[in-house]
């Protein structure tokens, strides 16, 4: 099982759908947890953590499952700008004194009119 | 402006033809790292750095040195590059080397071995 997994999609929806994107993780010590986005050919830009409880930042929320050892990220009333690939990052504990990111192969979203 | 600076962002070269890719951020982050990125294989970290004169090797290090003489500057040196070095790379710095700190990337240097 790799350690990091996503749907790789394509996620093809229209404006102003949810949509939800799942990522699970093999390592069941891993602490922190990130998604960001990348956009074609450019660097990752970080979206949001993911807390423990949960959180939200306008039409995005994050929710992380401990127990099933996964993380969602869930989009409301998706945008055409939305269109990108959303990374999850999971820290795994840590290795030599640091802590090491390992990033999921991306789930590609494209919102269409 | 907070950044993380690459150079070159395209470069085409031979093999066995040394090169390097600078790296530097303004933010005084402790930790930098360098990833590349394939198609179907996602973003593997190369090297990471804890800090000055601190290395260590990532997921995929095999053919790759680096450096990190000061806080700001972590380059990429490819000693004999090879075609299977063929990717896009990303340099990422964040604010420490622990737990819960979100990366900031470069903006990419696609590297093409010929």
């Known amino acids: 099982r790799k350690e990091v997994e996503q749907d790789p999609g394509p996620f093809n929806v229209p404006e102003g759908a949810t949509v939800a994107f799942n990522c699970t993780y093999s390592n069941s010590a891993s602490q922190s947890f990130f998604w960001y986005r990348q956009d074609c050919r450019k660097e990752p830009k970080l979206l949001m953590s993911v807390y423990s409880s949960g959180n939200e930042d306008g039409r995005f929320t994050a929710q992380l499952n401990r127990a099933s050892q996964y993380i969602s990220l869930l989009i409301r009333d998706s945008k055409l700008s939305d269109s990108a690939t959303y990374l999850c990052v999971v820290t795994r504990p840590p290795s030599g004194g640091s802590y090491i990111p390992t990033f999921g192969r991306g789930t590609s979203l494209i919102v269409h009119p | 402006e907070a950044q993380v600076t690459q150079n070159p962002r395209y470069l085409i070269t031979v093999t066995g033809k040394k090169l390097t890719v600078t790296c530097s951020q303004n933010?005084?982050?402790?930790?930098m790292s360098w990833y590349r990125q394939d198609p179907g294989l996602g973003l593997r970290q190369i090297y990471y750095s804890m800090n000055v004169e601190v290395t260590d090797k990532g997921d995929v290090p095999e053919g790759y040195k680096v450096s990190r003489k000061e806080k700001r500057n972590f380059p990429l040196i490819l000693e004999s590059p090879s075609p299977n070095q063929t990717s896009l790379y990303f340099c990422?710095?964040?604010?420490?080397?622990?737990?819960?700190?979100?990366?900031?990337f470069g903006d990419g240097t696609r590297l093409s071995i010929l």
């Open positions: 933010m005084n982050h402790e930790y």
């Open positions: 990422a710095s964040s604010l420490g080397a622990g737990n819960y700190q979100p990366q900031h």
